[in-house]
């Protein structure tokens, strides 16, 4: 059933000639970006209002952590997602990627694996490279309702003298599984066991889109594991603040927390104070948008699934978490479906960036009419034969 749309995400403004990496990919040309992960709509007023008070104050000098991000985001935990957290284990980075690569060279020495689902979000397959350090990856099963992780395969990697760390994403990204807490539990005895410390990308964990599915922290299960992890999230996917360059990672562990901080030294920047701002009205204010906005994302979910299941040779299976379709376009027999997407004007993310080629990723956070063009426009690029 069609939900009471509010007007916020009826329409949105052009984002050309404004430097936006997702429109300007085909900026010559009439193909519909549909890749990169942010929304297209505003964000909302509560956040808007809190960036014009601080732009307001007229001064930007150096910033850390204002007093009130870190109760804020520990607040938004609890809240959210029953974890308590202490205000202290946070620390703000201005990115979730820039925290990634931070993790590779604070958790891990040269050589070292660092293991990761696959198919997965293209910078956990690219990032450990220039670290030094080997990506080790473990093929997440495609299931008939869900993609999961494959257990002897991990212990098997795991085993090998190789891997240190393991990055977890967590609502996963792009098959939007989210975890549950039995699978988080093996997964906790399992990196116990090897010695190896889990970093949990929880970036899209406030986009979860079925209440019987809930996001349960990896750090916050009662197990030496979880006391040793870091997580990292961000309000940047849930209230579109990408550009804005604001994230935290949490970690418990005061050391790792110090070394955090040397490592990151002189190479990581600080965060800027509009993010700061955005982040802590997104996350004490935000919620009731996040609520409107996932009554969208479920009906964008079902119109996806609808129109894909009516294309010959395409699949894709209900996601539980994220704005992001993820299909499977092997049975069409089509050699290269990012070309042939792009050829009838749609623009995805390309399976293979995500080392799983054969499948295209489609953001569905969009305007609904906006998102009908993207499909009819994913009809004929894959016609019946
Ligand atoms: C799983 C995951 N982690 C991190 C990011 C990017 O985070 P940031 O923009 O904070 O670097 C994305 C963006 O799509 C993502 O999907």
């Excluded at 699949?315 to 990012?338: E, F, H, M, N």
Aim: with cysteine; charged share 20%; proline share 8%.
């Amino acid at each position: 059933m069609k939900p009471h749309l509010h007007s916020a995400f009826a329409s949105c403004p052009d984002r050309r000639e404004t430097g936006s990496e997702k429109w300007d990919r085909w900026a010559d040309r009439d193909v519909l970006p549909v890749w990169v992960a942010d929304m297209d709509f505003r964000t909302p007023e509560v956040v808007l209002d809190a960036i014009r008070a601080r732009v307001d104050h007229g001064v930007f000098g150096y910033t850390h952590e204002p007093p009130g991000f870190r109760p804020a985001l520990a607040d938004h935990c609890a809240r959210r997602h029953g974890w308590q957290v202490d205000p202290d284990w946070i620390v703000a980075v201005p990115g979730v990627v820039t925290a990634l690569a931070l993790t590779a060279r604070l958790c891990a020495e040269p050589a070292d694996g660092i293991l990761t689902f696959t198919p997965v979000y293209p910078p956990f397959l690219t990032l450990p490279g220039p670290a030094g350090r080997a990506c080790v990856r473990v093929p997440l099963m495609r299931g008939s309702t869900a993609w999961s992780i494959d257990f002897d395969a991990l212990d098997e990697a795991a085993g090998t003298s190789l891997p240190k760390l393991l990055w977890l994403c967590h609502p996963h990204n792009p098959t939007g599984t989210v975890f549950s807490r039995t699978d988080l539990l093996q997964l906790a005895e399992l990196t116990d066991r090897h010695g190896i410390t889990v970093v949990s990308d929880e970036i899209w964990a406030d986009l979860v889109l079925d209440d019987d599915a809930g996001h349960v922290p990896f750090a916050s299960l009662d197990h030496p594991a979880a006391q040793r992890a870091i997580t990292l999230v961000a309000p940047s996917k849930t209230w579109n603040l990408a550009g804005l360059g604001c994230a935290a990672a949490i970690i418990r562990d005061e050391s790792l927390r110090r070394r955090w901080r040397s490592v990151g030294g002189g190479l990581v920047p600080m965060v800027n104070p509009l993010g700061y701002a955005a982040a802590e009205a997104a996350w004490r204010h935000g919620d009731a948008w996040r609520c409107e906005l996932l009554a969208l994302l479920r009906h964008h979910r079902g119109l996806v699934l609808e129109r894909v299941a009516l294309i010959p040779g395409l699949s894709c299976l209900p996601w539980q978490a994220t704005y992001l379709a993820w299909i499977d376009c092997r049975a069409t027999g089509c050699a290269d479906p990012q070309v042939a997407c792009e050829a009838a004007g749609l623009g995805p993310s390309d399976g293979r960036d995500f080392g799983l080629p054969g499948f295209i990723r489609l953001n569905t956070a969009c305007p609904t009419d906006r998102l009908l063009v993207a499909l009819d426009r994913l009809a004929q690029a894959f016609p019946a034969a």
